[in-house]
């Protein structure tokens, strides 16, 4: 069983619609936890960061960590064609390791 | 700044040469780290560099070697390539050290086939 599971989609979606990104993770010992944006042919961009558990708000993007339930989520509001990419959950612990969901594929339809 | 930047951005090897991919990032980094990217399989780590003057193994490390040459720069080395190593091949950086700061920058990757 992979420490990071994500569903790779595809997944399609209207311009303007909520999108909801999803991964779970095993080890309990994960703190902190990060969103990677990837466009095609292009390095993954970090999107939101997240220590322990709670929601982050930044702009049209918010992260929740549920540790209790080992759940991590992403929103988008308002999607736009722009944000079409793939989005990478990752997790890790104090060291300096990070272990990464395969990565789930949006496109948003104009 | 250019952040984390990545040579050669394309790569085409027969089975058995060797190459090396390098890796260099001006953000004063402490850590740094090379992953391979495969459908179906996410990244995974092949080795990294927690600070100047140390490496360890990651998730993949056979067929590799890494170099933490200083502070800005970490390369990785294919001796024999297979075509098992046929991937796009990412760096990061981390700030590390005592900033409590965790986040991971990666530079443009490099695709290489091995044929």
């Known amino acids: 069983q992979k420490e990071v599971e994500q569903d790779p989609g595809p997944l399609s979606v209207p311009e303007g619609a909520i999108v909801s990104l999803n991964c779970t993770y095993s080890?309990?010992?994960?703190?902190?936890f990060m969103w990677y944006r990837q466009y095609s042919r292009k390095g993954p961009e970090l999107l939101m960061y997240?220590?322990?558990?709670g929601n982050k708000e930044d702009g049209r993007f918010t992260a929740q960590v549920d540790k209790s339930s080992k759940y991590i989520s992403l929103f988008i509001r308002d999607s736009q064609p722009s944000d079409s990419a793939t989005y990478l959950c990752a997790g890790g612990t104090s060291g300096s390791r990070l272990t990464f969901g395969e990565g789930t594929q949006l496109t948003v339809n104009p | 700044n250019a952040g984390v930047t990545q040579t050669p951005k394309f790569q085409v090897l027969k089975t058995g040469q060797s190459m090396t991919l390098q890796c260099a990032q001006d953000m004063n980094h402490n850590s740094m780290y090379w992953y391979r990217q495969d459908p179906g399989m996410g990244l995974r780590l092949i080795y990294y560099?927690?600070?100047?003057?140390?490496?360890d193994k990651g998730e993949v490390p056979n067929g590799y070697n890494v170099s933490r040459l200083n502070k800005r720069e970490f390369s990785l080395r294919l001796e024999s390539a297979a075509p098992s190593q046929t991937s796009v091949y990412f760096c990061?950086?981390?700030?590390?050290?005592?900033?409590?700061?965790?986040?991971?920058?990666f530079g443009p990757g490099t695709r290489l086939t091995v044929t």
């Open positions: 080890n309990s010992a994960f703190q902190y």
């Open positions: 997240t220590y322990s558990s």
């Open positions: 560099s927690a600070s100047e003057g140390t490496t």
């Open positions: 990061a950086s981390r700030i590390a050290g005592t900033s409590g700061r965790n986040e991971q920058y």
